[in-house]
């Protein structure tokens, strides 16, 4: 199984900042055929099933405010939020899906500073 | 607008069979997605249990392939979990969800499935 490990597992915040997460996996996403990385980014609040915010490591699925920025590629990853709303409180999770099984990071979580 | 959502027993004996439908509204199970079964535990994390298409075989984890069958309904445009053999382990959130190319783009809302007797 590829593992996906995330960095850090929770992060204090404040409204406003810029804010960075990072995931690593085990073994490179690069899809060389069409040259993208089968990697997705999810947010999840509490009591919510995880909503996707990104794919092919870099790409906003849409409805996804442009404060969100995936990028990376092969085996390091990054999601960021360029200026943090109190909405963006939540776990994100990122997840491979270039071979089964289909796995995720743990999951870091943003709290309040 | 296009909606998961899974029914089930909330309450499973160990030994016994965990059984999730998926109901379908909104789509076609025969368009052209994956229709994926997952699960998230507090000390599992989130866990991928496999995925159907409308033709050909599933996909499963092979961590729980032993144990899982996930099928599909085209007269009912649902999808159904059997997940054999439980135990405490298998206490958990479980989701249904659609998955295209590019990720899983959408998620039924959950349901929590305690194995306990």
């Known amino acids: 199984d590829i593992v996906m490990t995330q960095s850090p597992d929770s992060l204090a915040v404040s409204l406003g900042e810029r804010v960075t997460i990072n995931c690593k996996s085990s073994?490179?996403?690069?899809?060389?055929?069409?040259?993208?990385?089968?990697l997705t980014w999810y947010q999840q609040k509490a009591g919510q099933p995880p909503k996707l915010l990104i794919y092919?490591?870099?790409v906003r699925e849409s409805g996804v405010p442009d404060r969100f920025w995936g990028s990376g590629s092969g085996t390091d990853f990054s999601l960021t939020i360029s200026s943090l709303q109190a909405e963006d409180l939540a776990v994100y999770f990122c997840?491979?899906?270039?071979?089964?099984?289909?796995?995720f990071g743990q999951g870091t979580k943003l709290e309040l500073k | 607008q296009v909606q998961l959502q899974a029914s089930g027993p909330g309450l499973v004996k160990p030994s016994g069979t965990l059984s999730l439908t998926c109901a379908v509204s909104?789509?076609?199970?025969?368009?052209?997605?994956?229709w994926s079964w997952l699960r998230q535990s507090p000390g599992k994390g989130l866990e991928w249990i496999g995925q159907?298409?409308?033709?050909?075989?599933?996909h499963y984890n092979p961590s729980l392939k032993s144990r899982v069958i996930i099928s599909i309904d085209k007269s009912k445009n649902h999808f159904s979990l059997n997940l054999m053999s439980v135990t405490a382990a298998d206490t958990a959130v479980y989701f249904c969800?659609?998955?295209?190319?590019?990720?899983?783009?959408?998620w039924g809302q959950g349901t929590l499935v305690t194995v306990s007797s």
């Open positions: 909104g789509d076609s199970i025969s368009n052209n997605h994956w």
């Open positions: 159907i298409y409308h033709v050909g075989s599933p």
């Open positions: 997840q491979q899906y270039d071979s089964i099984p289909h796995t």
């Open positions: 092919w490591a870099s």
């Open positions: 969800a659609r998955a295209s190319l590019h990720g899983l783009s959408l």
């Open positions: 073994q490179s996403l690069l899809y060389t055929s069409n040259n993208k990385n089968n």
